[in-house]
């Protein structure tokens, strides 16, 4: 048939991209009404293959998938890098597109956060530590945005990644205690092939620090090698990380800890599941990881 | 038919009492999937005519009706009535079978608040004031079981008193800002033929108390007649129902307001839509009420 040359591969349909609160209302009534099994992967955007594994594991298991794109400013503190955040709506819908995702939500700043908008969720507990003694409003305005991306669209399942493991305990905890009725996927760490986990933020990185940036995933990657040969002094697994970043040179960390998988205190010995986890400052480029230690 | 002797009348079924997470979904979904239009009316129990007029309008307006009962613990100070609030549960269920009511969920405390529960909504900035100022936890109390209710209870509409007047406007806007799928609907408040307003805190009342009560709906409607007769200083307002209640012996008084009935910011000037509303002890029992100004 040579009038069709247009195949697959050459040309990946773009997702439908919804912008307002009526169109998505409308789809949602639609795709539940069809009794639709419904994805939801929330995203900043600035897609990278760790977002792409959310979405692709969406579209494997659900009817229709729903991808948000929204850079939340509720959760950047006023010092951070919520201005240069990066915004890569087109290339985004190009990359969903070709994982064949049907819907994607970019909404408004004014959309989600109206005139006289005051209503937040306070995290749970777990949400105290690390990331939240960092950066003290972070994940108030994080549980905020996923619970009313969670009323805006009753998926049946949401889709996080592991990268964010202080804020999957807190998304988990939040929706275990306000009953909201949706399941929770964390999914795993995607890395590049020298193990620098998969972020956003990588793009800040001169070559050099880029380079720099490794130590991080080594060092986490090393306290779970220790543990696996039998160490279990927790304090132990901290000094042989912090001392993989010092030979690094990355000497601005905010935190090398080594805690309890479910609620993140730090431990002196392990004796159950744990999780070793790293925040650090690669030049001007705040980068998170962690590693399950079993 | 001599042998079936039972009228409506003579014996109203109970609705069915569900206590359990698990019954609770299981019969939502089967609402859900019938196609039904739901109902939801939160209550603490300890029913009057105030509540009933709720459910009646929601067995009025909906395929099904389900009533909440649960004295919330996370709304009372730990000075306040939390432990003398009174618990009917068996007449509320005979008041509720009589307007033919099918469901309510009592649930335990612990059912709402397992262990480690931790996670709460912070009210919008309507619950800052008044009842917010006399009890500060109060709103996020009540915020987060109202949260949890609707989540737990998918409901279409969700029907709530007037009595409780700052209490809607948080509703109100929590819903509005979170997004969450549901229509508020503000009752009526119903009182006693002498005006004092339903509460069930009324029956803490000693017979002398109850007559000295009656002071606080009768400065409400002076109020009310003073603004239709023109007199649109507020602080003229406030100052007549100081003299109604000081006249009645009513002195612990924690406020006495005219003001916007969106906002509930203090008037200088009554301009558009107003709100009078007042807190005092009667005896020992906090009592509040509120009338609409035109």
Redesign the interface.
Known sequence: METDTNSPQTQSPHPRLLRT?PDLRELMSALRAQGNRVGLVPTMGALHAGHLSLAKKSCRNCDATVVTIFVNPTQFAPNEDLDKYPRTLTRDLELLGELGVPYVFAPTEATIYPD???????????AGSLEGSSRPDHF?GV??IV??LF??I?ADIAYFGQKDYQQCLVIR??VE?????IEIDVCPIVREPDGLAMSSRNRYLTAEERQQATAISRALQQASALADQGESQAEVLREAMRLDLAQAGISRIEYVEVADADTLRPLERIEGPAVALIAAFVGKTRLIDNWLLQ
Request: proline fraction near 15%; aromatic fraction near 8%.
């Open positions: 609160l006289g908008f005051s209503t937040f969720v306070q995290p749970p507990d777990v108030r549980a905020t619970l009313k009323q805006l009753p905890r939040m205690d306000l009953a909201v009725p």
